[in-house]
């Protein structure tokens, strides 16, 4: 079993900083693509930012040039440093993984972290 935890939500004022982690643990052989998924109210999830294990970048046109995506692949660990924030960014933001796993034979499996919060707001 694999689990993936969050951390680094919160409220930010407009214009403020917050950096996100996502640290997987588990059965882990290695971690592919990672990336960060957001929710707001009455809105469907959606891609903010993705990263490969080679550390090639996808970023969301909404976010481009203010967030940054970051991994550590010894820590199966991903980052997103949120800067420039603004009142539209607040959701629930959520952490992606496909893990490739080993059980007598490898196989890939994709996590969802359980979420943060970010809000902003003056």
């Known amino acids: 079993q694999v689990q993936l935890v969050e951390s680094g939500g919160g409220l930010v004022q407009p214009g403020g900083s917050l950096t996100l982690s996502c640290a997987a643990s588990g059965n882990i052989f290695a971690v592919n693509d990672m990336g960060w998924y957001r929710q707001a109210p009455g809105k469907e999830r959606e891609l903010v930012a993705q990263i490969t294990r080679g550390r090639s970048t996808n970023y969301a046109d909404s976010v481009k040039g203010r967030f940054t995506i970051s991994r550590d692949n010894a820590k199966n660990t991903v980052y997103l440093q949120m800067n420039s924030l603004k009142p539209e960014d607040t959701a629930v933001y959520y952490c992606?993984?496909?893990?490739?796993?080993?059980?007598?034979?490898?196989?890939?499996?994709?996590?969802w972290g359980q979420g943060t919060q970010v809000t902003v707001s003056s």
């Open positions: 992606n993984a496909d893990v490739v796993a080993y059980r007598g034979t490898y196989y890939n499996t994709r996590y």
